[in-house]
Nanobody, 126 residues
Framework: QVQLVESGGGLVQPGGSLRLSCAASGFTLDYYAIGWFRQAPGKEREGVSCISSSDGSTYYADSVKGRFTISRDNAKNTVYLQMNSLKPEDTAVYYC???????????????????WGQGTLVTVSS
C-alpha cells in the first residue's frame, strides 16, 4: 500500500539531461523528507539530494551541486530530480526514499527512512 516508484531513467549521452520521478502512493508527502540516492556497480550507495516537505529545504551532494535540482509537486504527490550536464560517473541505479524526518537528518543517516523505491537505472555513455 505504501510505495515509492521511481521512473525516468534511461540511456543518455554525456552532457545530456534526464528527469527522474518519485511517485508516492498510500501516503502523502506532508511531513516527510524525500531523499535521492544512487548506487553504481561495485560502489556503495551514496546520497544525492533531499527535500523536506515541512519547509521545502533542499540539500545536494557536492558532486551534483549546480547540475541537479530536486523539486516537489504536492498535487501529484511526486518528487522530481532534474539532472543536467550528466557525466559518466553519474551512471547508477537511482533510488528515492522517505521517512518522517527532516533532510538535516537524512544527510547524515538513512536509519530513519521508512520506504524505499525499487530504483531506476541511469546510464550516461556515448
Amino acid at each position: 500500500q505504501v510505495q515509492l516508484v521511481e521512473s525516468g531513467g534511461g540511456l543518455v549521452q554525456p552532457g545530456g539531461s534526464l528527469r527522474l520521478s518519485c511517485a508516492a502512493s498510500g501516503f502523502t508527502l506532508d511531513y516527510y523528507a524525500i531523499g535521492w540516492f544512487r548506487q553504481a556497480p561495485g560502489k556503495e550507495r551514496e546520497g544525492v539530494s533531499c527535500i523536506s516537505s515541512s519547509d521545502g529545504s533542499t540539500y545536494y551532494a557536492d558532486s551534483v551541486k549546480g547540475r541537479f535540482t530536486i523539486s516537489r509537486d504536492n498535487a501529484k504527490n511526486t518528487v522530481y530530480l532534474q539532472m543536467n550536464s550528466l557525466k559518466p560517473e553519474d551512471t547508477a541505479v537511482y533510488y528515492c526514499a522517505t521517512g518522517h524526518v527532516h533532510c538535516t537528518i537524512v544527510v547524515v543517516t538513512t536509519r530513519y527512512l521508512e520506504v524505499w523505491g525499487q530504483g531506476t537505472l541511469v546510464t550516461v555513455s556515448s
